[in-house]
């Protein structure tokens, strides 16, 4: 027999709604930092001399059984409820293995190609500035408005990474140039990924998206792998860190950001998110090894600033 209201204590009534807001900031504070790791983890590979190409294809190739796994799971809960069926289910998921080779495949390709030749802090700069560019590309290709301070956060964010990259192509010329544009890539494409997917998920929900991006993504990259490089045996350090790049920063993160998203806003979410960065760089600092200077601190504030801007200018009205 359900509770009546009135029996409930005014204070648990009051402290529930606060203790799952508590709890969805945890998480997303939690997911932030282990999507924050990914740079790290991928650098700390790269110093075992493995390539972007047999990287990506073991991250994605330890991930995509959990993600089976779950779609599988998923799609047999809604037959047992005997959910309706979308009309346009077939063709969306079509659409979404297309999707998926441009988020998942192709964006992470050109990231870890960055990486190859810039530190982690600066990937991590560029790459966190796409959503700038879901602005830009939704108004060029899909009519989507453009607030005046999402412009202004643009040019603070590109203004900050301007600094930074003049002091790398001073340090480091043309390599500085090829990994910031191999990022940059990634960036747009990822951008692009998140207005196409937007409709797709619609249809097929975000669990049944997921699990065919990822398998198209997967595919994909295990087949260029296979294309472009010998089968030889890795080591045991290579392979953990494997499985860590593939557990710890790809699947656990998206399911903590996914149980944030379902306490709090997405608005809070994405705040919450600006710590990824900060995170990259301390840990690239301490593990990595990797020098921080005055530009650097200054680049890195106008990056984030010029995102928070955006971040705020978003915010539905109420």
Not at 269 to 284: E, Q
Request: charge should be positive; include cysteine.
């Amino acid at each position: 027999m359900p509770a009546d209201s009135s029996t409930i204590p005014e204070t648990t009534a009051r402290t529930a709604p606060a203790n799952r807001l508590w709890v969805g900031y945890t998480l997303a504070a939690v997911g932030a930092f282990l999507f924050a790791t990914k740079s790290i983890i991928i650098k700390l590979a790269y110093a075992e001399q493995v390539d972007a190409e047999t990287l990506l294809a073991l991250r994605m190739s330890m991930a995509l059984p959990i993600y089976l796994a779950i779609g599988v799971w998923g799609a047999w809960r809604e037959r047992r409820a005997a959910a309706p069926v979308h009309p346009g289910r077939n063709r969306a998921l079509g659409y979404a293995a297309l999707v998926g080779l441009l988020g998942y495949w192709f964006s992470s390709y050109t990231d870890f190609k960055g990486l190859e030749y810039i530190s982690a802090q600066f990937e991590r700069l560029i790459l966190f500035t796409y959503p700038l560019f879901v602005v830009l590309l939704g108004a060029a290709f899909f009519r989507q408005p453009v607030r005046a301070r999402a412009l202004l956060a643009f040019v603070v964010s590109y203004a900050g990474l301007a600094m930074i990259f003049t002091q790398d192509f001073a340090l480091n010329g043309e390599t500085a140039l090829i990994g910031c544009g191999w990022v940059m890539v990634a960036a747009v494409s990822f951008a692009l990924y998140q207005l196409l997917a937007r409709e797709i998920i619609a249809v097929l929900g975000p669990r049944l998206f997921t699990c065919v991006a990822m398998s198209a993504a997967s595919v994909a990259a295990i087949l260029q792998f296979l294309l472009t490089h010998p089968l030889q045996p890795l080591s045991a350090y290579v392979l953990w860190l494997g499985v860590v790049i593939a557990i710890g920063a790809t699947v656990l993160p998206s399911f903590f950001m996914n149980a944030a998203l379902s306490r709090i806003s997405a608005q809070a979410n994405s705040t919450i998110g600006t710590m990824s960065p900060i995170a990259t760089i301390v840990l690239a600092v301490v593990v990595l090894g990797e020098p921080i200077t005055l530009i650097d601190v200054i680049g890195s504030v106008l990056v984030l600033t010029g995102v928070g801007v955006f971040t705020l200018a978003s915010r539905p009205a109420k």
